[in-house]
């Protein structure tokens, strides 16, 4: 049932061109350069060391290595992340 | 929801360090708690360090416990810190704020008075005026209204043809043109002749209006008719009309200057005594006053304002009076310098009267010495409009064209 109602909701977001990551409760990643990184819709934090972030999400772990990360701002829903980026993972 | 950071630093915020070993825990809670912080770096293997608002640094201490976390303060930062600093010392915060009000108030009055364009009018007759009006030191800015004093500058003192009053910082700023009197004229609708103003030779004659009686070469004397307004044609009533020309002629001015060669001058010894005063907008207060025991002496009044800057003045002068001994002695002059004492003298006198738009062609000057005087006459010949009109007084009444001469 779960999966179904994932593809139909999938299927309506793309036919009314709906932002996905509202209608699908998934998380959003913007990358600005090598020095900027905003997630939103984030689940929290799991980790964070001076060169690797995980972010827990709802379609798994976003991981973030680079160096300098410094955790620019957080509120409930975004993380920005800003220094010295160099790969970000989200393959769950 | 990132605020602007000018935001957080009005509201205050301090920068904090969190020790422990569950930190990304700590970091979740206060997120789930609604706490807003930035800036977050991690300093050790146990320590970050980050900046939150004051409200969040409160509910944070409350996460500490669960999280087993430890706080310690690096740098406060924002205005209600530097309130509190204020706070302890009233003195400061109140002094700085009544100095920002004297500024204001101070600021609103004129001080000084500054004229400038004045040529032959008194100055000290302007100033009097300008303050019945209301512009003198002391006057709230506010109160004058400019246009009003313009225009009644203008009614009250008709040698001014043009003044214009503002307002630089503190200072008055008033400029004049006074009004130069413009030649006799006859009026349009009058039948007029056109005479010599002064002796000359015609070196050019135009005439727009009126029968001209003298051509180019002719020598003429002040006075005689050069364009005549009575027109006489055959087969025609006798017409008057307003002439109306231009005529250019040669003419010269004469003037003779006379200076003895020996000449008492004053002479300064080099004694000198310095009385100090302060003038606080008219009083003046003596501060080393010594009465001045020489029989003859110059007095040089020299005041300096204290500040005095192009849009700030105060009513505060330091007026320096010096006093410097002077004898009397006979200087005699040399020939050389006589005769062009002599000849300057002449020479200027002339040029000031002159009208401007005449053209100097020629200037001749002879000095002579006789009996311990100087005398130098100067002829200065120039080319100009020796026109000049004169009022036709007619005996009988024939017809009158009343010709405008535009």
Redesign the interface.
Known sequence: MVKNAGRVGQRVAEILELPKEIVMDVPKVTITGNIQLNIENHR???????DKIRVSTSIGVLTVTGNN????????E?I?VTGEIGNVDISV | ??IPKAAKYIRGYLTIRVKGLN??KF??AS??H?V???????VSMTE?Q?KTSIKGYRLLKRTLKSTGCQLSIIDKNGFPFFMSKIKKRKMLGIGFIVFLFMIIILSSFIWSVRITGVKTINTKEIEQNLAELGVKPGALKIDLAVADIENNMLIKMGRLSWIKVRFVGTRAEVEIKERVAPPEMVADDKPCNIVAKRDGIITKIVSSSGDVVVSQGDPVKKGDILVTGIIERENMEKRYVHSSAEVIARTWYKNSVTVPLQQAKKFRTGNKIANISLLIGSKKIQIKNNTIPYKSYDKIEKSTKIIDTDFFQLPFEIVIDEYYETTGKYVKLTDEEAKALAAESAEKAIIDSILPDARVINKVVKTEIKDGLVTADVLIETIEDIGMSEELTVYDTPKQENIPTH
């Open positions: 929290g934090i799991m980790q964070y060391e001076i990360l410094v955790i620019k701002n957080i509120v409930p975004e920005v | 929801m990132i930190l990304e970091l979740n997120i789930s609604g807003n912080f930035w800036d977050v770096k991690k970050i980050l």
